[in-house]
């Protein structure tokens, strides 16, 4: 008997989701939408001195929402419980140097590939004839212990691996002359290279990404309309130059 009732109630309960989903209103396009990002990240998402949320970023969502006519808010969120408030509607669509995996693709949607964020090269800017890893055979080169950048030196042939517990002090030794370059991310070459006053005049990024980690802008499944919205505005900033001047501005 019990068993009876129970796959009554099941049936039940089946239907009226039917009817529930049939009833459902169409997702409408939003004037405004709150984005999330983890503000600890730079050149990515940071907070300038006046606590104002900053960075690569921020400034291509913003770029993306003029382009698609929305406004957005962004939100502070801790990196430990982004992919959490995404998922219970807290925000609508998280942008925080976010890498695309097949993994992540199984509970969220993400937008088109916005940018390359993989390995790259840091030498001083004293090197000359310098693009490649290969062209520092027989010399050595600093990178995170466990990373992608220590794989990819170790993989090369001829290249000395020398690993660190903690990327800044490998750009240390680079700048002091002890090792002839440092392998990390795209951003993390960046922030030491580019943004930190103490190595922006001796070090320097050569070359191109070597290896590919795509970052996207993350929203939870079934936001079709948003989604499109912003993939629209995305395609609008990369024809137009826009996100070209965003990767000279932070990344270069």
Request: aromatic residues 8%.
């Amino acid at each position: 008997m019990k068993k009876t009732i129970t796959v009554l109630l099941l049936f039940a309960f089946v239907i009226a989701s039917l009817f529930a989903g049939g009833a459902a209103e169409p997702e409408e396009r939003p004037d405004s939408i709150v984005v999330a990002t983890d503000a600890t990240w730079p050149p990515m998402e940071f907070l300038d001195e006046n606590r104002e949320i900053v960075g690569f970023d921020i400034d291509l969502m913003n770029a993306i929402a003029a382009a698609a006519g929305f406004e957005v808010e962004f939100r502070n969120t801790a990196w430990d419980g982004i992919f959490a408030g995404l998922a219970t509607g807290e925000y609508d669509a998280v942008i925080s140097s976010v890498t695309i995996t097949e993994e992540r693709k199984q509970n969220m949607d993400f937008s088109e590939p916005y940018i390359n964020a993989g390995q790259v090269l840091v030498v001083r800017v004293d090197t000359s004839d310098v693009e490649t890893l290969d062209d520092l055979v027989g010399q050595t080169v600093g990178a995170q212990i466990g990373t992608t950048g220590a794989f990819a030196v170790d993989a090369a042939e001829g290249v000395e691996t020398a690993t660190y517990d903690e990327i800044g002090l490998a750009f240390e030794d680079l700048a002091a002359g002890r090792l002839a370059g440092v392998v990390a991310d795209t951003p993390v070459a960046a922030n030491y290279a580019l943004q930190n006053e103490a190595y922006a005049d001796s070090l320097m990024i050569v070359g191109e990404p070597f290896t590919d980690e795509y970052y996207g802008i993350a929203l939870p499944q079934g936001r079709d309309k948003l989604l499109e919205m912003i993939n629209d505005g995305l395609a609008q900033v990369q024809e137009d130059g826009t996100i070209e001047e965003l990767t000279e501005k932070w990344l270069r």
